[in-house]
């Protein structure tokens, strides 16, 4: 996850002439955002979302093969990086760096993301909030060394270095997975489509989709905005940096106040700071030019930015409980998985060029947009909750 909240770099890298010299990518390609973005938006995980659906209920019955399994995606992600490194084309960047390790990515985190509830029912905001954190960390760390790696020993050789690292690392933590716990009573069937006749199935998968088409916009394109800015590269990729290590703390105190003061409060909380934000203060940064602003907005974004990865899991199995789930979680999964490989394609083929921050306008109004409607929904659970069962202030 940390490489891919640093996949900014890459994107603004790709856009350059550099890349070009290193015969990675074609000269008709490097001038395309849309394009550039498609590799990140593959390599984000999302296809092996797509398929939640039918994986997810499934997943209790993996036991002990889940470190198998999840070796198996580590492979595949050293693999994809590995054979981007010999790439000539942006045909054969999308398939490595793209579908390859995308495959390798979602396999691990479809895998042992819906776990992790289960074996915090107290602190599960606390114990999301630590492996989003860390996640934070790890893009706080990848940006820079990226930046530096490709500057300083070229495009292939990096992606060489980062396919050892992924190796080594993910390895590591391949060998640590554990399974599902194991409950008397599970639903392994398939929601089906009477499950959308219940407005909050409905709203739970629109927050699911719109928060993965905007989670990663400011990421992807945050480097060439900066650029846009006036900055240079290396201050974009140290921006890009912190807006990942902002998150780290963040993280953990989202988490611990999901646990005190409601998931879902603390979820709607999130998603409606990143949209007044985006609306306040990123829209006026590119009006007006204002590096100011857009240290803000990267700020106020860095706090909250992990906010649905950290409680939809929680907010789910407490509205579904342990019995349905996986079967729950794998539908939303889906949804979500659609919105992560067309969210940043979206945005970026509204970014005909990158030389002006006012370039950008269309993408970001897209970006606030679609947070204000995840936010209405939200809002809506809630509500609807309240009618069913009653209000409670911490929910």
């Known amino acids: 996850v940390g490489y891919t909240q640093s ?109 992790l509830p289960e074996y915090f029912n107290k602190r599960a905001g606390l114990a999301q909030g630590i492996v989003i954190a ?84 400011p990421m992807c394109f945050g480097p060439e ?35 005190k003061l409601g998931h879902q409060n603390t979820l709607f909380a999130g998603i409606a700071v990143y949209a007044a934000s985006a609306w306040a203060i990123w829209l006026p940064t590119a009006q007006k030019g204002n590096k100011a602003l857009w240290i803000i907005f990267l700020i106020l974004y860095g706090l909250v930015n992990g906010v649905a990865q950290t409680l939809i899991p929680s907010v789910q199995k407490s509205i579904f409980g342990n019995e349905k789930y996986y079967s729950y979680a794998g539908v939303f999964a889906s949804g979500r998985g659609v919105g992560l490989l067309f969210g940043v394609l979206i945005a970026g083929e509204l970014i005909k060029k990158a030389d002006e921050a006012w370039e950008f306008s269309e993408a970001i109004i897209y970006t606030a947009s679609l947070a204000s409607i995840g936010a209405v929904c939200l809002f809506l659970v809630r509500w609807l909750q309240a009618r069913k069962a009653g209000w409670k202030w911490v929910q």
Request: glycine fraction near 12%.
């Open 225 to 259: 905005f900066s650029k846009s800015l006036g900055y240079n590269s290396k201050t974009a990729a140290l921006l890009l940096a912190l807006t990942s290590l902002v998150g780290v703390p963040a993280r953990l105190l989202l988490g611990c106040l999901a646990d």
């Open 134 to 217: 860390a996640a934070g960390l790890g893009g706080g760390c990848y940006s820079p060394l990226v930046r530096a790696l490709l500057q300083g020993i070229g495009t292939r050789k990096t992606l060489g270095v980062l396919a050892a690292i992924h190796l080594v690392v993910n390895t590591i933590a391949s060998m640590m997975a554990r399974g599902p716990r194991k409950f008397q009573k599970r639903k392994k069937g398939i929601v089906g489509f009477a499950a959308f006749k219940e407005p909050i199935v409905v709203l739970l998968m629109a927050v699911n989709f719109i928060s993965a088409l905007i989670v990663m916009v």
């Open 7 to 115: 996949y900014g770099v890459f994107q603004a890298h790709y856009a350059s002439e550099a890349a070009v010299t290193d015969n990675i990518i074609g000269n008709k390609e490097h001038k395309s955002q849309a394009a550039i973005a498609a590799i990140g938006s593959l390599g984000n995980g999302g296809i092996v979302a797509l398929f939640s659906i039918l994986l997810y209920p499934w997943l209790p019955s993996l036991g002990r093969w889940v470190r198998l399994v999840c070796f198996f995606g580590a492979c595949l992600m050293s693999l994809g990086l590995g054979l981007a490194a010999a790439s000539r084309n942006f045909a054969h960047l999308l398939c490595t760096q793209g579908i390859i390790f995308g495959l390798g990515s979602g396999i691990i985190q479809y895998t042992l993301a819906p776990v």
